[in-house]
C-alpha cells in the first residue's frame, strides 16, 4: 500500500509512535509518506520505502501566525497526487484530522477518495483539544474521520466523554518493538553512570506540567534516604529548567543527572533498575512500555491509561497522583531485595511482549485494508 503518515516530527510520544509504525509497515513492504515539517527525530537513516515530504510555511509580513493548517493540507494534496497515496493516517488530533478534511474535499472534487483515519494520543483530547478554543473544529474533524482510533480504552472513555462523537472508536494499544529495546546493559556505561553500584533510577518525558516531574525527583530523594541511587532525567520541555534549578538546590543533586533530549532510548534504558513516570494523566504511557521492553520494572500513578500497561504488583506499581510516600514505598520494595528486582525485570519484559510490534502493526494493516 501507499501510505501518508501525519504527526509532530518532535519527541512527543505521538510522533514516536506514528514513526515507529511506519518504520515497520515500510519493513513490510509499504510505501511510507512521512508528511510534517520536520523530519521526525526517530526517522534516521535510509529506507527505500521511506519519502519524507516538508510542510513548508512561508512567512509574509501580514501573518503574525502563518497558516501551517494550510500549508500541510496543501502539501497532503501534492503528495496524494504525486505519489498514488491510498489513505492518510493522522495523528494527533489537532490540526492534523481538519488538515485531512480539507485535503480529503479537495481531492473529492477531482473524483479523487482518500480515506482518513485518525489516531488519537491523548492531550489532543484531554488537554487541548477540548478547550472551546479548538473543541468545534477538533469535534468536526474527528467526526469526519472515516475511521477514528484510540491509544487505550482510557482514551477512548475520555473522548466520548468530552466530544459529541457520531462514530466508533476503535482502541489499538501502542506498542514496542521489544528485539530492539531488550538488549544487553552495557557495563563500562552503567559503570560510568553508578561507579559504586548505586541503583539508577530514569525518567523520560517532555518536561510538561502534565508529567510532574517534580514528583519523580521528590520520590527520588526519598528512595535515597534509603538506598544509594542515580537518578537520569532524559527529555527537555518548558518545566525542565525550573526542576533543574530546585534539583541543584537538593544536598544530593550530583546524583541527579539531566541529560537531555535522547535519541537512542535503547541504548539507554537497559541500564535502567526503575522507571519512574508520575504524570497527572497518561494516555498510554510509550515510554513506561518502552522501558518494561528494556526489562525495566515502572513506577506510576494511576492516571488514564496506565492501568491498561502497567499491572500493579507484577511488572511495577501505581499509586496515587502525588503520592510520592507511596511510589518510594513501592521503589524501595523493588530494589531493596535483589530476587524481586530480578522477577519484576522477567515480569516487564514479559508484559512489554504483549505489546510487541509484531502484534499491533497487523491490526493496522488490517484497518487499512478495510478503508481502502
Ligand atoms: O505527552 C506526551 O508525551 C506527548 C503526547 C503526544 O501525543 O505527543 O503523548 C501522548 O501520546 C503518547 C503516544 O500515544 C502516549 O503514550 C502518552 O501517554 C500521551 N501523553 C499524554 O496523554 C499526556
Known amino acids: 500500500m501507499n501510505i501518508g503518515i501525519v504527526c509532530y516530527p518532535t519527541f512527543g510520544g505521538s510522533g514516536v509512535l506514528a514513526t515507529e509504525l511506519g518504520k515497520a509497515l515500510a519493513d513490510k513492504g509499504h510505501n511510507i509518506h512521512f508528511i510534517t515539517y520536520q523530519q521526525p527525530v526517530r526517522l534516521s537513516g535510509f529506507h527505500t520505502n521511506i519519502f519524507y515530504h516538508e510542510v513548508r510555511v512561508p512567512t509574509y509580513p501580514l501573518f503574525d501566525y502563518p497558516p501551517y493548517e494550510t500549508a500541510l493540507a496543501s502539501t497532503m494534496v501534492d503528495v496524494i497526487l504525486n505519489n ?12 492534523h484530522a481538519a488538515a485531512a478534511y480539507m485535503a480529503k474535499q479537495i481531492l473529492a472534487k477531482q473524483g479523487i477518495k482518500i480515506p482518513v483515519i485518525t489516531t488519537l494520543h491523548g492531550t489532543d483530547i484531554t488537554l487541548v483539544g477540548k478547550d472551546k478554543t479548538y473543541s468545534p473544529v477538533v469535534t468536526f474533524s474527528m467526526n469526519e474521520s472515516d475511521i477514528l482510533t484510540a491509544v487505550s480504552e482510557n482514551l477512548k472513555e475520555e473522548t466520548f466523554k468530552n466530544f459529541k462523537i457520531e462514530k466508533e472508536i476503535e482502541v489499538i494499544h501502542n506498542f514496542v518493538d521489544v528485539q530492539r529495546f531488550h538488549k544487553r546493559p552495557v557495563d563500562a556505561f552503567r559503570k560510568l553512570i553508578s561507579p559504586k ?95 518494561m521492553a528494556a526489562e525495566v520494572p515502572v513506577i506510576s500513578t494511576n492516571a488514564g491509561g496506565l492501568p491498561e500497561i502497567n499491572i500493579n504488583g507484577f511488572c511495577g506499581f501505581m499509586s496515587d497522583v502525588g503520592d510520592v510516600a507511596d511510589m518510594s514505598k513501592n521503589a524501595l520494595h523493588i530494589l531493596q531485595d535483589d530476587a524481586t528486582l530480578q522477577q519484576f525485570k522477567a515480569n516487564a519484559l514479559t508484559q512489554a511482549k504483549k505489546f510487541d510490534i509484531e502484534n499491533i502493526v497487523p491490526l493496522y494493516e488490517a484497518l487499512y485494508q478495510r478503508v481502502i
Open 197 to 291: 553500584g548505586e541503583k539508577i533510577i530514569v525518567h523520560a518525558s517532555n518536561f510538561r506540567k502534565v508529567k510532574r516531574v517534580e514528583d519523580v525527583v521528590a520520590t527520588f530523594l526519598l528512595i535515597q534516604e534509603k538506598m544509594p541511587a542515580t537518578l537520569l532525567l532524559l527529555g527537555d520541555g518548558p518545566e525542565r529548567s525550573h526542576i533543574e534549578a530546585k534539583a541543584r538546590e537538593c544536598e544530593s543533586h550530583d546524583n541527579i543527572k539531566f541529560l537531555g533530549k535522547q535519541e537512542q532510548m535503547e541504548d539507554i534504558l537497559p541500564i535502567a533498575d526503575l522507571f519512574l513516570l508520575t504524570s497527572e494523566y497518561e494516555s498510554f504511557g510509550l515510554a513506561a512500555l518502552e522501558a
Open 84 to 95: 498514488n497515496v491510498e489513505l492518510l493516517h493522522v495523528h494527533y488530533a489537532i490540526p
